[in-house]
C-alpha cells in the first residue's frame, strides 16, 4: 500500500455547470500529485468519523473542542432557527420545548417571564426570540449537535398533528436558513448533509 500526504486545498477549477469545484490534492513521496474531488457527504463522513475518534481517545483528544468548533452554526443562522421556534409559542411552550428535547430550562423560564423590552428593542426581536437564540447559542458551544437535536424536534411532524401547512411552513423556513450549513430538513424531520452532484 502506498501513501499519499495531504498537500493543499485548490477551488479555483469548476464543474461544466459552472459550480466552483473543491480539489484535494495529495504527493506521495515521490513528489507525484494526486487530485481528489470528494462529495459533500464524504467531507461529512470524514469529519464525523474525525470527531469520534478524537473522542474515543484518551482525555477526548487534543483536536475534539478545535472540531466542534469548526462545526459550530453561525450566529446568522441560529438567529433564524430562533425565529422559527418562537414564532407561534407562547413563553412557557417556549421553555416547555427546550425541556422536551431534554436540556434544562429553568433559568429560561424565568427570564422569559422577566421581558426586558430595552433588550428586545435592542435586539430587535420580541423576547421570547432573544431568549430561544441566547439558549441555541449555549447548547451550539457545547456541542453542535444539541442544535441539530433541536431542529429536528421542530421539524419533527408529530408537533404539527391535523397542522400539515404549518410543518410545511416550518420545514421550508428551517431549510432556508440551513441551506447556509449545507444542511437539510427531510419532510420527516431528519437533518441531512445537502448532496450536490459531481
Do not use: C
Not at 174 to 198: Q, Y
Amino acid at each position: 500500500m502506498k501513501r499519499v500526504f495531504f498537500d493543499k486545498i485548490d477551488s479555483v477549477g469548476t464543474f461544466p455547470d459552472n459550480r466552483i469545484k473543491m480539489d484535494i490534492i495529495f504527493q506521495d513521496s515521490n513528489g507525484n500529485e494526486y487530485v481528489w474531488t470528494p462529495k459533500w457527504e464524504e467531507v461529512m463522513s470524514i469529519y464525523a468519523e474525525s470527531e469520534r475518534v478524537e473522542e474515543m481517545n484518551l482525555a477526548g483528544g487534543e483536536w475534539l473542542e478545535e472540531l466542534k468548533e469548526k462545526k459550530q452554526f453561525s450566529d446568522e443562522v441560529l438567529d433564524e432557527l430562533a425565529e422559527v421556534i418562537a414564532d407561534g409559542r407562547s413563553t412557557d411552550e417556549i421553555a416547555d420545548f427546550f425541556e422536551i428535547v431534554g436540556f434544562d430550562a429553568d433559568e429560561m423560564g424565568y427570564n422569559l417571564s422577566h421581558d426586558d423590552p430595552l433588550r428586545s428593542k435592542a435586539e430587535g426581536h420580541s423576547n421570547r426570540v432573544y431568549i430561544a437564540k441566547e439558549k441555541l447559542q449555549e447548547l451550539n458551544s457545547e456541542d453542535y449537535r444539541y442544535v441539530v437535536q433541536i431542529v429536528q424536534k421542530a421539524a419533527d411532524p408529530k408537533q404539527y398533528i391535523g397542522e400539515q401547512e404549518k410543518h410545511q411552513e416550518v420545514v421550508e423556513k428551517l431549510n432556508t436558513a440551513l441551506e447556509f450549513e449545507n444542511l437539510r430538513v427531510t419532510e420527516d424531520g431528519r437533518v441531512l448533509p445537502i448532496e450536490k452532484d459531481g
